[in-house]
């Protein structure tokens, strides 16, 4: 069966699965919305929410402009929806959080639509396991800044780039525009991944959708030119180097270490995992099509662009600018 076949097929159902393995994601579900959420009344905000916070002022106009572009070295996404956000439901710690929370719990769910759809049940299963309980989507999905944010409208791309490659529909390309546009206003690492995804998406889509493909990813661009103005004046400001170090020979290690938790158990079920899944693959080999490489755009290049740009230019690489791109490794 053609690659194209599998994946129409595979994107039938909501969910892809069995009743047993949609079962098992919504068990992961609520354990990753229990692990984010427990105690929620009690957590406190961190020194980055707070900075936000502080940037934002009663119109939105002032905040644009003294919030962000003064201040910040984000897009102005996120600090918008705080602004809209607080102004409606108040500025506590619980209800603040909550949203960013919902979004990564939310992010699993898309991701494995994507990957069920892409690869199998059994591997967006893993993946999900993965997305609930480590620490890294943990930490960040409870943080109201642009991480969960962004890892939301990444993991809703790829869902719904998926559907487009897989039966052409409208409906699903306005929704792969609308959350490439979400991606560009959140984190400029999320802008990067989102032009990866369109860029590759591109070369995915049958030919008689490309030229409505093309038009709908121009609008997203003409829709992002309000900020190119704000991006070229953060560009101007250098990176982080007053607080951050550009990173060593040791750091991308060091990531590693810290995804696994530094448990050697961890690390040896992750690599048993990676073992299984290219001897799986070797032994049965299945019409996949371009996934592979779709994978390693999005999941490599950020790392690779980041590094080099941090090396070369100005640091900016820390563990949650890889966020968007790591579930794809």
């Not at 996120?78 to 506590?92: C, I, N, P």
């Not at 790392?303 to 600018?321: D, E, H, K, M, N």
Request: charged share 10%; proline share 6%.
């Amino acid at each position: 069966m053609h690659w194209r076949e599998r994946l129409r097929a595979a994107t039938t159902n909501a969910l892809p699965g069995s009743a047993a393995e949609r079962g098992i994601l919504v068990a992961l579900l609520i354990v990753a919305a229990a692990m984010r959420m427990w105690d929620l009344p009690q957590l406190p905000y961190m020194h980055d929410e707070i900075s936000a916070l502080l940037r934002l002022h009663p119109t939105l106009r002032e905040t644009i402009q003294r919030g962000v572009i003064e201040l910040d070295t984000h897009p102005p996404g996120v600090q918008l929806f705080e602004w809209a956000w607080t102004r409606v439901f108040g500025m506590s710690e619980p209800l603040v959080k909550l949203p960013f929370m919902c979004m990564s719990v939310a992010s699993i769910l898309l991701f494995y639509r994507f990957a069920g759809a892409w690869i199998g049940a059994t591997t967006a299963l893993i993946a999900a396991a993965f997305m609930a309980t480590l620490q890294y989507f943990v930490l960040y999905g409870q943080i109201a800044r642009p991480y969960a944010f962004g890892l939301f409208t990444t993991a809703l791309l790829a869902d719904q780039l998926t559907r487009t490659i897989a039966h052409g529909r409208t409906a699903n390309l306005a929704g792969s525009a609308f959350a490439a546009l979400l991606c560009m206003y959140a984190h400029h690492f999320a802008l990067m991944q989102a032009v990866l995804m369109g860029a590759t998406g591109l070369l995915c889509v049958e030919p008689t959708l490309r030229k409505r493909y093309m038009i709908a990813m121009g609008l997203v661009l003409l829709l992002y030119l309000p900020n190119v103005p704000i991006l070229l004046h953060q560009f101007a400001q250098g990176g982080l180097g007053g607080w951050l170090q550009p990173p060593d020979r040791h750091w991308i290690g060091d990531y590693g270490r810290w995804i696994v938790h530094f448990s050697p158990v961890l690390a040896l079920v992750t690599m048993a995992l990676v073992a299984w899944s290219l001897h799986d693959r070797i032994r049965i080999p299945r019409a996949r099509g371009p996934i592979m490489l779709l994978l390693l755009a999005w999941g490599v290049v950020p790392l690779i662009a980041g590094f080099a740009y941090s090396v070369w230019r100005a640091p900016v690489l820390q563990y949650s600018t890889l966020l968007f791109s790591f579930p794809y490794v």
